[in-house]
């Protein structure tokens, strides 16, 4: 939370961090062989748990960002959760050993998320929008484990770059396609309400779960109020998507989040026209311009 809220100041823990897990993991995807046929097995497990401390470590670094950064009750908690399975794996040494570090392709897919999602919430931190920091992300994931494919398939460096590059441009179409898998880390829902209107940014008379159809009708509007966190310097458009029963009713677009405000950048968008039958479980997701989900609110219209 210090990380993405503070900004600059912190970003060099991130890509130390990465810079270090890097570099050991690709050492030992060049040497392992012949450490083990010299019998060189004390080096071997240091390393092999100097990059499990590394990964463990950029994990937990970036895990509260996440966290923030996720809706509960939406696809991107998948992503979240494997983050949080593979923190728990490096915290235990015996897990971590019998899951991930006993075969070459679990070991390279554990270097390859934690690369990607710890530069998906660095690059933020330095103006990119989430959406070209998470394709950012992906290529640079995919071709930092060029050692790892060279050694993997006994090519040249040549053949593993070209191969590396193919398998780039493929992760970054599937991340655009999967992007709502990913939580728009860093950005995350500082404040939330649904009101009957707003005065002076703060809103006024608060629906608390749910408002009935006669006080909707003679209020004539409902407002769903957001404030947003995003790092210093970020500059994000982002919109409201008003649903009925998981059906998009509306549409709003918004001014765009300007990042570093200690209490979030606040924005509201106001809905003036209902359907004949409002009733029913009524929600606003607070989308990027690009279709990743910072997060909702939700509340219910009764008879």
């Known amino acids: 939370m210090l990380v993405f809220r503070r900004g600059l100041p912190h970003l060099g823990w991130i890509v130390g961090y990465l810079i270090l897990l890097w570099l050991l993991a690709a050492m030992l995807a060049q040497f392992r062989e012949v450490f083990e046929a010299r019998g060189w097995r004390l080096p071997l497990r240091g390393a092999d748990y100097a990059v499990q401390s590394l990964l463990h470590a950029v994990l937990l670094f970036i895990l509260p960002a996440y966290y923030a950064s996720t809706t509960l009750a939406s696809p991107n908690i998948i992503f979240f959760l494997v983050l ?14 019998a899951l991930v570090q006993l075969r070459p392709w679990t ?3 554990a270097l390859l998320v934690t690369v990607f999602a710890a530069l998906n919430v660095a690059l933020p931190l330095v103006r990119v929008p989430p959406f070209g920091a998470m394709i950012t992300s992906a290529v640079v994931a995919v071709l930092a484990l060029t050692p790892m494919l060279r ?3 006994s090519i040249g460096w040549w053949q593993a770059v070209r191969l590396a590059l193919a398998a780039a441009v493929v992760a970054a179409f599937m991340v655009v396609l999967g992007r709502g898998f990913i939580p728009p880390a860093p950005l995350a829902l500082a404040g939330t309400a649904v009101a009957r209107s707003i005065a002076e940014w703060e809103p006024v008379d608060r629906v608390v779960g749910s408002v009935g159809v006669g006080e909707l009708r003679r209020w004539g509007s409902l407002v769903a109020y957001t404030a947003i966190y995003a790092p210093a310097g970020l500059r994000q458009p982002i919109e409201h998507v008003w649903r009925l029963d998981g059906r998009a009713i509306t549409v709003v677009r ?3 989040v300007r990042g570093g405000r200690p209490g979030g950048f606040r924005t509201y968008s106001q809905k003036t026209s209902f359907p004949p039958d409002p009733v029913g479980h009524w929600s606003v997701d607070v989308m990027t311009s690009s279709g990743q989900l910072i997060g909702r609110l939700s509340f219910q219209v009764r008879p």
């Open 84 to 97: 949080c399975a593979l923190a728990t794996l490096a915290t235990f040494d015996p897990w971590f050993s």
């Open 107 to 109: 070991r390279h897919l």
């Open 151 to 153: 050694r993997a398939g």
């Open 254 to 256: 918004l001014s765009v």
